[in-house]
Nanobody, 128 residues
Framework: QFQLVESGGGLVQPGGSLRLSCAASGFTLDYYAIGWFRQAPGKEREGVSCISSSGGSTNYADSVKGRFTISRDNAKNTVYLQMNSLKPEDTAVYYC?????????????????????WGQGTQVTVSS
């Protein structure tokens, strides 16, 4: 069965860094676009970043551009989200999701119902 597992969340001070991992089991990530989303308390889930199946193209929400970097290691069947210069407003549960490669190339990478597999989420808290 398709399964995604996020890890790497935690408590960090403002200005700090974390690296989230999204590991897949039951399928290989090579053919899938991967998105990172987050949901803060009382807010709707929003797109953060996404990466094409080849890893050659990436996209970021304006709120994280220049601070977050998405990457993938298909040999390890894992996608990463490096988060630097974290701010309190980055506090949220972060989810990774997998969807057809066409999601990225069609430009629909922020459309959450296009993704068919979701992880359980990992909590990121930015606080002093």
């Amino acid at each position: 069965q398709f399964q995604l597992v996020e890890s790497g969340g935690g408590l960090v001070q403002p200005g700090g860094s974390l690296r989230l991992s999204c590991a897949a089991s039951g399928f290989t990530l090579d053919y899938y676009a991967i998105g990172w989303f987050r949901q803060a308390p009382g807010k709707e889930r929003e797109g953060v970043s996404c990466i094409s199946s080849s890893g050659g193209s990436t996209n970021y929400a304006d709120s994280v551009k220049g601070r977050f970097t998405i990457s993938r290691d298909n040999a390890k069947n894992t996608v990463y989200l490096q988060m630097n210069s974290l701010k309190p407003e980055d506090t949220a549960v972060y989810y990774c999701a997998a969807g057809p490669a066409a999601i990225y190339y069609s430009g629909r990478y922020w459309t959450q119902n296009r993704y068919h597999s979701w992880g359980q989420g990992t909590q990121v808290t930015v606080s002093s």
